[in-house]
């Protein structure tokens, strides 16, 4: 296939070019000054994707790493990184916002581009590691003298053919690959396609080790990619097993496909419903015919990074919670919006209980097991094989009565809920069914409609985007 019309929509145009590292150099130029103006023994250096060309038409945000001496105590690094990421901003006009990794950063918004200002030492091998972030100067080394020219278009390819099957991006909320990740994959296999032939016939653990450590059987993850810069780190270790199987499927379908206007497709953005009605997602849910549960509340202030996996993992103890008082789950997920409120949504085969439940006690064979049973459930007992057995009232016997339980103060204790959620949860939380929620007359007003609308789509019919 010759991807000359795709690489002429996504490559950075010569104006784009020019703007962004003329920005850049300015920015770095001004930070070296005030460093060496300040007597501060430090350097500004650019990068991440723009420093190694292979940032995406209209993607290209600005990393800038101001690097200090390893003897820089680290408090002083992050006040004296802090400091310096604000007075370059303000001398650009840009707005700026704190943000944290493994220690706070700088994100300024200058001339219509997101630059992060990021303190890091500096260091010449992984085994000089302080901080997480450290690890960045090697890997921009790393990819500039290994990655050839012509291939940076190949990683272009890769990168839009992941963004558009949503496997593009290592942060929680995607578990997908991340953009060195990327690179390093082009620099394995050579090209795109070559990539995408292997890739159809990965298994689980595959091992890439372009410098040949050795040391790939050492980690137990879908996909082993030995950081050449780092022999004890997996790239791959965020990439999450459904993200690698969608990335597999996607493979094989479009190298099975024929035509290339189809091949096209998957570089593009799914051609679904220009708008989405709330009516056609009701009417999907009632074919369905399941009882699905709407968990709304309000979120804290914190990073997306922070957000998600709390999320995730207060949605999933309360979905496998309801599944251990016998409500099957026949799907569930989570909707933020990153900023105001969080859904949660459940999606029940088994919605409703009988009274009674069969609860069972001890083995018969043993007469004091069995006595202490009896004195603690009374005696109205009986058998059943060689079990002790009791019939009693169902504490539960709907979904809603679990939830409406365990969101409490006194009772939030039974599932594992992120740390950051839950007092609000707890405070703010609304629970309907989906159909109330949806053909509620607000709902047609709220500013998240139509990305929730889009959401809800995808989870009645989850992997579009992975076959064209």
């Known amino acids: 296939m010759n991807y000359k019309t795709i690489l002429n929509e996504i490559q950075p145009t010569t104006k784009e070019k020019e703007q962004i590292h003329t920005l850049s150099n300015n920015l770095i130029k001004y930070l070296n000054r005030i460093l060496k103006e300040q007597n501060i023994n430090a350097e500004a250096l650019l990068v991440g994707s723009v420093a190694k060309n292979t940032f995406l038409r209209g993607k290209s945000d600005i990393d800038i790493f101001i690097n200090f001496p390893l003897s820089t105590p ?9 400091k310096l990421g604000y007075q370059c901003s303000e001398e650009f006009n840009g707005k700026a916002e704190e943000h944290y990794a493994s220690h706070p950063y700088l994100t300024s918004c200058i001339d219509g581009y997101d ?8 260091i010449k091998s992984a085994k000089q590691l302080k901080s997480a972030v450290d690890r960045t100067l090697l890997h921009t080394k790393y990819i500039t003298s290994h990655l050839k020219e012509e291939q940076k278009s190949e990683v272009l390819l890769l990168k839009k053919f992941m963004s558009e099957i949503k496997t593009y991006g290592s942060e929680f909320k995607v578990g997908g690959f991340a953009g060195y990740l990327c690179e390093l994959l082009i620099l394995k296999y050579g090209t795109f396609e070559k990539l995408l032939e292997n890739a159809q ?3 689980y653990g595959t091992i890439i080790d372009l410098e040949d450590y050795g040391t790939g059987k050492n980690f137990n993850d879908p996909l082993i990619t030995i950081d050449p810069t780092d022999e004890n780190r997996n790239v791959g270790a965020a990439l999450r097993l459904e993200k690698m199987v969608d990335f597999i499927i996607a493979s094989r379908n479009f190298l099975d496909e024929t035509n290339n206007d189809k ?45 998600h996996p709390q999320l995730n993992k207060t949605m999933e103890s309360i979905t496998e919670k309801l599944e251990t008082k016998d409500f099957s789950i026949f799907k569930s997920d989570y909707w933020t919006d990153e900023n105001k409120l969080a859904l949660f949504i459940f999606e029940l085969n088994v919605y409703k209980q009988s009274k009674y439940i069969i609860h069972e006690g001890p083995k018969i064979w043993s007469k004091k097991s069995c006595d202490n049973f009896k004195n603690y459930r009374g005696d109205k007992l009986y058998s059943i094989d060689d079990l002790l057995v009791l019939t009693k009232e169902r504490k539960f016997k709907t979904p809603e009565s679990y939830i409406n339980y365990i969101l409490t103060n006194e009772n939030i204790h039974n599932i594992k809920i992120g740390k950051n959620l839950k007092d609000l949860i707890i405070a703010t939380y609304d629970l309907d069914l989906i159909e109330n929620f949806l053909s509620n007359k607000n709902f047609e007003n709220y500013s998240f409609k139509k990305d929730f609308l889009n959401f809800l789509d995808d989870f009645i019919y989850p992997k579009q985007y992975v076959k064209r």
């Open 263 to 307: 091949k096209s497709d998957y570089f593009k953005p799914l051609n679904k419903k220009q708008k989405i009605s709330t009516s056609e997602i009701l009417k999907k849910f009632k074919d369905r015919e399941t009882h699905t549960l709407l968990l709304k509340f309000e979120i804290p202030e914190i990073p997306p990074d922070s957000l």
């Open 74 to 82: 680290m408090d002083q690094l992050k006040e004296l990184g802090l």
């Open 115 to 122: 630059i992060d200002f990021v303190p890091c030492y500096k």
């Open 201 to 203: 016939n990965w298994n």
